[in-house]
Each structure stands twice: as structure tokens, then as C-alpha cells.
Nanobody
């Protein structure tokens, strides 16, 4: 099994910044993708940003130019730097890591979620 522990998040005013971090541990053989998703009240979970293959990144249009995802496969960590935050960014943010375990089984693990609230 692969476990994820998230940190960061909190309450910030419009225009402020926050940094989310996620650390993966357990039976990790490889990591294929590391990303962040978010879910606002009454809405479906959506992709925020994802890194695939160590260097390919994808961002939601709504966060391009404001958020930056970074990862360290050697340390099994992924971070999300969020700048110029707006109230529409308010949501629970989830870390997601996918890959293969040491017995070469595939895994798709989620963090526990961390609340980000942006006040106007």
C-alpha cells in the first residue's frame, strides 16, 4: 500500500499565497504521476495540476499562471505553490499519486484532503 500525507492549506485573503505539500510512503517501486485535485462544495472533484513522467505538466485553465506544481521523485513528494488566490479557489485539495508497488501492482492513492479557503 501507498500512503499520502498532505500539509499546508488554510485561510488566506484574496491575492495571497499558500503552498501545499504531499509526501508518499509505503511500497513504492515507481511513480507515474503526481497531482492535485480539488472539490468545492456542491461540485465534482476536478484536476488542478498534474505531473506525468517526471517532466510533463498539465494545469487547469483556471489556475494557469497562478499555480505551480513541483515534485521530487527521489523523495516521493509533490508540492503545489498557489499564488494570486481568489475566492473561486476555495475547496478541499487532494493529492493523488499513481504508479507501481514493489510487487509491481498498480496503485492510485489519495491524500486525506486539506481545506483551502480564500476570503474576499
Amino acid at each position: 500500500q501507498v500512503q499520502l500525507v498532505e500539509s499546508g492549506g488554510g485561510l488566506v485573503q484574496t491575492g495571497g499565497s499558500l503552498r501545499l505539500s504531499c509526501a508518499a510512503s509505503g511500497s513504492i517501486f515507481s511513480i507515474n504521476s503526481m497531482g492535485w485535485y480539488r472539490q468545492a462544495p456542491g461540485k465534482q472533484r476536478e484536476l488542478v495540476a498534474v505531473m506525468r513522467g517526471g517532466d510533463s505538466t498539465t494545469y487547469a485553465d483556471s489556475v494557469k499562471g497562478r499555480f505551480t506544481i513541483s515534485g521530487d521523485n527521489a523523495k516521493n513528494t509533490v508540492s503545489l505553490q498557489m499564488n494570486s488566490l481568489i475566492p473561486e479557489d476555495t475547496a478541499v485539495y487532494y493529492c493523488n499519486v499513481q504508479g507501481r508497488t514493489k510487487v509491481l501492482a498498480s496503485y492510485c492513492s489519495w491524500g486525506q484532503g486539506t481545506q483551502v479557503t480564500v476570503s474576499s
